[in-house]
């Protein structure tokens, strides 16, 4: 997998990339009741420009990608200067507000993320096979603190498609995968695109705390 997705990136292989700041994150994001300045994760980042978006409102981000390749884009993409270091089993380079750690996810420390206050997630989980999904969601909740919350954009693909990635993600999954340490709730399920059939939901996420 890890191979496959530094392929693309160097390829050019990116159809996943927005050019733009993802919509809904500019609609929900205001209303999830993040806390002001909270830091951010957002898990397999790429290069997105969602993360420029979220550290124009204060927030700290922390973005986790596999491919070099999407690093050095964003970075060059980008404005100011640029700090580097290795932690662990990552490669860090920081931007202004936005610091991204090159490295597995899941080999992301619960130390590491003691800042972590909020999440935000367009193209991770749908960019894992079955098999990974349940791994993903319980270690998420590992890294998040009671009363962290977040957006989850997942996507269902054309009736009889089966392809991926990205990956279809029905609701009943969601559920089925947060629900045990997540507070869920649906926002919204967005059109289905013309050519490629996707069509993305929305959902808040609220890490529960001892007992809820």
């Given at each position: 997998?890890?191979?496959?997705w530094r392929q693309?990136?160097?390829?050019?292989?990116?159809?996943?990339?927005?050019?733009?700041?993802?919509?809904?994150?500019?609609?929900?994001?205001?209303?999830l009741g993040v806390?002001?300045?909270?830091?951010?994760?957002?898990?397999?980042?790429?290069?997105?420009?969602?993360?420029?978006?979220?550290?124009?409102?204060?927030?700290?981000?922390?973005?986790?990608?596999?491919?070099?390749?999407?690093?050095?884009?964003?970075?060059?993409?980008?404005?100011?200067?640029?700090?580097?270091?290795?932690?662990?089993?990552?490669?860090?380079?920081?931007?202004?507000?936005?610091?991204?750690?090159?490295?597995?996810?899941?080999?992301?420390?619960?130390?590491?993320?003691?800042?972590?206050?909020?999440?935000?997630?367009?193209?991770?989980?749908?960019?894992?096979?079955?098999?990974?999904?349940?791994?993903?969601?319980?270690?998420?909740?590992?890294?998040?603190?009671?009363?962290?919350?977040?957006?989850?954009?997942?996507?269902?693909?054309?009736?009889?498609?089966?392809?991926?990635?990205?990956?279809?993600?029905?609701?009943?999954?969601?559920?089925?995968?947060?629900?045990?340490?997540?507070?869920?709730?649906?926002?919204?399920?967005?059109?289905?695109?013309?050519?490629?059939?996707?069509?993305?939901?929305?959902?808040?996420?609220?890490?529960?705390?001892?007992?809820?």
């Open positions: 997998m890890v191979e496959d693309r990136w160097q390829q050019g292989r990116i159809g996943f990339h927005r050019e733009a700041v993802h919509p809904a994150l500019e609609r929900h994001w205001p209303g806390d002001e300045g909270a830091k951010v994760l957002v898990p397999l980042c790429g290069k997105s420009l969602d993360m420029r978006w979220l550290a124009d409102r204060g927030h700290p981000v922390l973005g986790i990608e596999l491919a070099e390749e999407a690093i050095e884009q964003f970075l060059a993409e980008g404005a100011g200067e640029v700090s580097r270091y290795h932690h662990a089993h990552f490669a860090v380079s920081r931007q202004g507000n936005v610091e991204l750690w090159c490295g597995d996810f899941f080999h992301l420390h619960i130390d590491e993320a003691a800042e972590i206050g909020a999440f935000y997630d367009r193209a991770a989980l749908i960019a894992l096979p079955e098999a990974a999904r349940q791994r993903y969601a319980f270690h998420l909740a590992q890294l998040l603190p009671p009363g962290a919350r977040g957006l989850l954009i997942t996507l269902t693909r054309a009736p009889g498609d089966s392809g991926g990635p990205p990956y279809e993600v029905t609701a009943d999954e969601v559920h089925e995968r947060f629900s045990p340490n997540f507070e869920v709730t649906h926002l919204e399920d967005g059109e289905r695109e013309p050519g490629s059939g996707f069509r993305e939901s929305i959902w808040k996420l609220v890490r529960r705390g001892p007992g809820r």
